[in-house]
């Protein structure tokens, strides 16, 4: 798992962002810091909170925030929507991005083998994870202040 202080690893995906298209990591670094929030289910209770929050709380004007799942990349479309996201989700269903961070919970009671651990990752221009937290349970939301803090931090 990347600590602070390593080099981000990049992983590609679909991205979704009113239409599906390929996500490369390396493509989104380097102008401002990047903002890797990986939740493992759209449409649940904890991860919709999460991506509200995302959406009405935290400060995006300095960063590029993509939430990423392993879920298909035609439901992130619908739940996008339905919850009128303003940034771009992640799909992840072969797993690139969750092993890569090795950010991988296991889901097999609600018969999902695997999902992803809910954690956020800031990484800088330079291409360097600058923080990182992670969940202790999957019903733990992210400390939203400390992560504008991050992104501050990241940006001067």
Known sequence: MPDVGDDAPEF?????????EPFDLADHIGE??????FFPAAFSNTCTDEMEALRDGFDRDD????????DLPHALGAYRVQYDLPFALVADP????????????????YGVE?????AVFV??????????WLADNAGQEPDYEALDEAVADATA
């Open 63 to 70: 960063c590029a925030l993509f939430g990423v799942s392993t």
């Open 94 to 109: 072969d797993h690139r991005a969750i092993e890569a961070y090795d950010v991988i919970e296991d889901f097999e009671h």
């Open 114 to 118: 695997t999902v992803a651990q809910r």
């Open 12 to 20: 590609t995906g679909s991205l979704v962002d009113g239409d599906i």
């Open 123 to 132: 990484i800088d221009a330079d291409g360097t994870v600058t923080y990182r």
């Open 32 to 37: 401002e810091p990047v903002v890797l929030a």
